[in-house]
């Protein structure tokens, strides 16, 4: 039974609120100038992940203006290859840089042991947050999911068309499948001492998901996702684990049920009618605003909400955004979106 003053988790239970929990991805971030203020406190970005205090008040800097009903570990998925070994980077205005691995022959670098080393002040992290946060707010920890961060490890940068990944995990399954079990195993690790410090509830970005083949998707998304939902149920079995497969399409009502998430995250794409038919019968469902509204505001993102709310509200549902909140956007439109949510009536 979770927590009753904990809305979030109600829903993930499978309860359908009069008002849906909220939360938002990237809510802690360089929309907000509380935000930007404490990375410049830290030095870097990468510093700012690793310092328990700054990250713990980052990520309680969202919750102040907008008392979202969930808070999520501030920190990255890229901490999981630098702790692995591979040397990260992230240059000002450029995103992620990693030392690519183009194939098997690279994997040699890459270790398990001793993760914790460099993950510990994470941990931290979370452990402080589940000691600061309201006691009716949730607290989300997260990773990437295999997929997602084998795609910067291999393309050692974001990545428009995903070639070289796809050409390693195609013309070389077996070796990419290295990569992909080292990470299922790291992942578990970094995740399960996420639960021990106090989370109750994980996030599996998988924003990568949709670049994939159907043969590709369910070997190299559903699988995985499916072990690491595996091995942290045999040790918490009633954890509440959320899966977002962006660009998914129609594989999210398989991802739903050959993963064994409790709850599927969507992103602004998914036709809504079609999810409240199918997938949210089979479990909760978050999302899935598009960013962007939260940039124009005004009418066109209250009308669009209302879309949202009035089609999803009728199941478990938490309200989200589609993806990460830009820094462009205006905080007093987020403002606008919460009160509405709150006030709405259907
Ligand atoms: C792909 C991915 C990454 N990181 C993440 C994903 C999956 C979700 C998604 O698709 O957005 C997930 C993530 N990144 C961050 C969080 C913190 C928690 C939160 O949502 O508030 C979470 C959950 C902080 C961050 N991660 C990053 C920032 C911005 C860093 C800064 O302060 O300059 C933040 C707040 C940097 C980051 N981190 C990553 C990239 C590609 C970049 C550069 C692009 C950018 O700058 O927005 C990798």
Redesign the pocket.
Known sequence: MPNMTKTFLRALNGETLPVPPIWL??????YLPEYRAT?GEAGS?LDLCYNPDLACEVTLQPLRRYDFDAA???????VIPQALGQHLA?KQGE??QLEAIRDASGLGKLSVDGIHDTLGPVYETVSKLSEAIPSHTALIG?A?APW?VAT?MVEGK?SKDFANIRRFAYGDPDGFGQLIDILVEATTQYLLKQVEAGAECIQL?E?WGGVLSETGFKRWVIEPTKQIVANLRAVHPDLPIIGFP?GAGLHLIDFKKQTGVTGVGLDSGVPLDWVAQNLQKLGPVQGNLDPMYLITGGDAMLDETKRILDTLGNGPFIFNLG??ITPETPPENVEKLVNFIRGYKG
Do not use: C, E, K, N
């Not at 991805?25 to 360089?30: K, L, P, S």
């Not at 999520?72 to 890229?78: A, E, G, K, M, W």
């Open positions: 991805m990237r809510q802690a971030g360089r990375r970005f999520i570990l501030f920190s990255d998925i890229l992230f995103g992620p997260f990437g997602t910067y974001g970005f924003t962006r993806h990460g």
